[in-house]
């Protein structure tokens, strides 16, 4: 029987599975119960071969709010604070980076503080033309959490990430796009369709091998050169024996389209 998620919505098409956060009311804030759906299924899908693209979106007026302040309202000590940062917000944000297949955060509204840093854990990200991201966290005298410090300088560099997260200023849609925030910017009635057509033609790419790049990718950002050329090395020697290797060259040679299979 098929998993069911009270805050969120899974819909299957062909390999491409979009996980839709469904709380409009809350704009999606990253509750309790949110956090705990999201990390559950970007668990299962991450196991289920047959999903080769995932897309991440949201119903309602914003795609995440952040962390749902109630929790702070409820007297949070620092060690439950700690506690939950740790052990709910860091393994969210390492099952999406660390899914074996493209994930593509498709960014309607607002994506604020916490909901932030889910859009840049995304491999790739479609916004609405009039989305706005935000380092929302020094505007209740936070420092950057849920990864989103680890993320946003690794995207655009020390200075320029200081300067938004300490400026707290939402960001639309066409300077995320000069920042690198974004990588497409498309008509907010477009939003939804544009993220369902690349997620299905990414799906048809060779999925294992974008599953490594994705790894080495991140390696190289904590690794110098000799040791990400072994990194590629190592993993290439994974990609020589695998099915969709061999299509590819076999397409190559006969000069048609590959017809990769995921394998």
Same mark, same amino acid.
């Given at each position: 029987?098929?998993?069911?998620?009270?805050?969120?919505?899974?819909?299957?098409?062909?390999?491409?599975?979009?996980?839709?956060?469904?709380?409009?009311?809350?704009?999606?804030?990253?509750?309790?119960?949110?956090?705990?759906?999201?990390?559950?299924?970007?668990?299962?899908?991450?196991?289920?071969?047959?999903?080769?693209?995932?897309?991440?979106?949201?119903?309602?007026?914003?795609?995440?709010?952040?962390?749902?302040?109630?929790?702070?309202?409820?007297?949070?000590?620092?060690?439950?604070?700690?506690?939950?940062?740790?052990? %709910?917000?860091?393994?969210?944000?390492?099952?999406?980076?660390?899914?074996?297949?493209?994930?593509?955060?498709?960014?309607?509204?607002?994506?604020?503080?916490?909901?932030? #840093?889910? #859009?840049?854990?995304?491999?790739?990200?479609?916004?609405?033309?009039?989305?706005?991201?935000?380092?929302?966290?020094?505007?209740?005298?936070?420092?950057?959490?849920?990864?989103?410090?680890?993320?946003?300088?690794?995207?655009?560099?020390?200075? %320029?990430?200081?300067?938004?997260?300490?400026?707290?200023?939402?960001?639309?849609?066409?300077?995320?796009?000069?920042?690198?925030?974004?990588?497409?910017?498309?008509?907010?009635?477009?939003?939804?369709?544009?993220?369902?057509?690349?997620?299905?033609?990414?799906?048809?790419?060779?999925?294992?091998?974008?599953?490594?790049?994705?790894?080495?990718?991140?390696?190289?950002?904590?690794?110098?050169? #000799?040791?990400?050329?072994?990194?590629?090395?190592?993993?290439?020697?994974?990609?020589?024996?695998?099915?969709?290797?061999?299509?590819?060259?076999?397409?190559?040679?006969?000069?048609?389209?590959?017809?990769?299979?995921?394998?």
């Amino acid at each position: 029987m098929a998993a069911t998620y009270d805050t969120l919505q899974l819909h299957r098409d062909a390999a491409v599975a979009t996980v839709t956060m469904d709380q409009p009311k809350r704009r999606n804030a990253l509750s309790p119960a949110l956090d705990a759906d999201l990390r559950a299924v970007f668990e299962a899908l991450s196991a289920d071969d047959a999903v080769r693209a995932i897309v991440l979106r949201a119903n309602g007026p914003g795609f995440c709010a952040g962390a749902d302040l109630t929790l702070l309202k409820e007297g949070l000590s620092p060690d439950q604070l700690y506690e939950h940062l740790t052990t %709910r917000y860091l393994p969210l944000i390492q099952r999406i980076q660390h899914a074996p297949k493209p994930v593509i955060g498709a960014i309607n509204g607002a994506a604020a503080g916490a909901g932030m #840093a889910l #859009a840049l854990a995304c491999d790739l990200r479609l916004m609405a033309d009039d989305a706005v991201q935000m380092m929302a966290f020094s505007n209740i005298a936070f420092v950057p959490d849920s990864g989103a410090s680890y993320l946003l300088v690794r995207q655009v560099g020390y200075s %320029r990430a200081f300067e938004l997260a300490a400026t707290a200023d939402p960001l639309p849609a066409d300077r995320c796009a000069a920042l690198g925030l974004t990588n497409r910017v498309v008509p907010a009635d477009e939003l939804h369709d544009a993220a369902d057509a690349w997620a299905h033609e990414l799906a048809q790419r060779p999925t294992q091998a974008l599953a490594q790049t994705k790894e080495v990718l991140a390696y190289a950002q904590d690794h110098g050169l #000799a040791d990400v050329i072994r990194k590629e090395a190592e993993l290439q020697m994974e990609a020589v024996q695998t099915h969709d290797h061999r299509e590819g060259v076999q397409a190559f040679l006969e000069k048609r389209a590959p017809d990769f299979q995921g394998r």
